[in-house]
């Protein structure tokens, strides 16, 4: 029943992103018909000789907007890389092959992507429409017929069940399509509008040594912090436990009765040097991963946050440990500063596993105003998260809310 169910909650999950990505596909699609009906305007004035001052403005609209359609995929998926800065004449413009493909990747996604995203956001506009027919059929007189193309007269239930049966044929197309209508529509954009194979393997090099730099500073940064917790606490203790050791083995001759008060903050030293200690090897790496895995371990970081918390952890089998121990401190840091800085009154942990990803996001409903620069530890979550090739992302406008979204690889 439990797996029945977690199918379920994972088959709306597609069916909703799908939507979601048609909405937004139908939007690009908007203005890949406007960018597309201004270029054949401007071309049209141009034969008549009155659009050529206008032609510059051809390949700067439609790079426009194919920057549109790119961070939009990017943010549903794997990044899609945008090409050099456009050529400073309009000749070279639109003879350079980027702008070539820019350009028949607006003239399908104005008309056949307009045309999937109206048919995926339709269908279940639809099957709401004619699924709750039956309960306002009567409100209408029975010649009028029904919703959309139901134009035979509606006389009682019996009609109006049969418009809710065309509800649930439709309910069912939208579980059903709205997945592979969203790929299709995306396709020619991700086609299209990357950079040639050289190209986007040259900067997928720049990336991944800007990656591995992040790895070596914020290793650097985390031997410091580990040095710096021995440091300033644990090495004091055992130094002045040293001093205590040595003034009980004085006492002992002199002064008797002041031995075993000696040895008592002697005692104390050394289980605050412990509990100190026990705390630089929990940073290192939690135990309770070990222990709990990362569902319980991400469970006791929101048990313990100040702020109520609630979880979600979706996540089959076991990741890297590296990879759990990355989850587990940015969630850490993450409800940290939302019980410092945030003022908010909720917050909710959500993590989930899709394919080789692993997916975190952080919400809250404080004040917003997050800044990387403030201080706040986000700079070294973004760190931690690049080391490891991962994807970090912060959303925090003035009045809130806030949200943080992490994408770590994780294996097959």
């Not at 003879?95 to 070539?100: F, G, L, N, Q, T």
């Not at 506009?125 to 309960?135: D, M, Q, R, T």
Request: glycine fraction near 10%.
């Amino acid at each position: 029943m439990r797996i029945r169910r977690a199918r379920l909650i994972e088959r709306l999950r597609v069916v909703v992103d799908g939507l979601e990505h048609l909405v937004g596909g139908l939007g690009t699609a908007l203005l890949a018909l406007l960018a597309l009906a201004w270029t054949l305007l401007v071309a049209a004035a141009s034969v008549l000789g009155v659009g050529l001052l206008l032609a510059p403005t051809v390949p700067r609209i439609t790079r426009a907007v194919a920057d549109r359609e790119r961070a939009r995929l990017t943010r549903w998926g794997p990044p899609v890389v945008g090409p050099p800065p456009l050529p400073a004449t309009t000749r070279e413009a639109l003879r350079d092959p980027a702008v070539r493909r820019e350009t028949a990747w607006m003239t399908g996604h104005g008309t056949i992507g307009l045309l999937l995203g109206a048919i995926g956001i339709s269908m279940p506009v639809y099957a709401v429409e004619y699924a709750s027919f039956p309960l306002w059929f009567r409100a209408l007189a029975p010649e009028e017929g029904g919703p959309g193309f139901v134009v035979w007269r509606i006389d009682g239930f019996a009609d109006a069940a049969v418009v809710w049966a065309i509800g649930v044929v439709f309910a069912v197309l939208t579980v059903v399509l709205c997945p592979p209508l969203a790929r299709l529509q995306a396709l020619p954009g991700r086609r299209l509008l990357a950079p040639p194979d050289g190209v986007d393997l040259n900067l997928r090099v720049a990336e991944l040594t800007a990656t591995r730099a992040a790895a070596l500073d914020a290793h650097a940064v985390e031997l410091r912090r580990i040095e710096r917790s021995l440091h300033d606490g644990t090495q004091n203790r055992l130094v002045a436990l040293n001093v205590m050791i040595g003034a009980a083995r004085r006492a002992q001759q002199r002064n008797p009765a002041a031995v075993a008060d000696i040895l008592d903050r002697a005692q104390e030293a050394t289980e605050q040097a412990l509990a100190e200690l026990r705390s630089v090897v929990r940073g290192i790496l939690p135990p309770v991963l070990d222990d709990r895995g990362l569902s319980g371990a991400l469970a006791g970081l929101a048990g313990s946050c100040p702020v109520p918390c609630t979880l979600e952890v979706d996540v089959p089998g076991r990741c890297a440990v590296s990879v759990e121990a990355t989850a587990y401190f940015v969630v850490a840091e993450a409800l940290t500063n939302v019980a410092k800085h945030s003022g908010a009154t909720s917050a909710r942990v959500a993590v989930r596993r899709a394919g080789d990803r692993l997916l975190l996001s952080v919400t809250d409903d404080g004040k917003g105003g997050a800044d990387e620069t403030g201080g706040s530890g986000l700079g070294g979550i973004r760190q931690r998260v690049a080391a490891y090739d991962g994807r970090f992302v912060m959303s925090s406008p003035v009045g809130g809310p806030t949200r943080m979204d992490v994408e770590l690889p994780c294996g097959s």
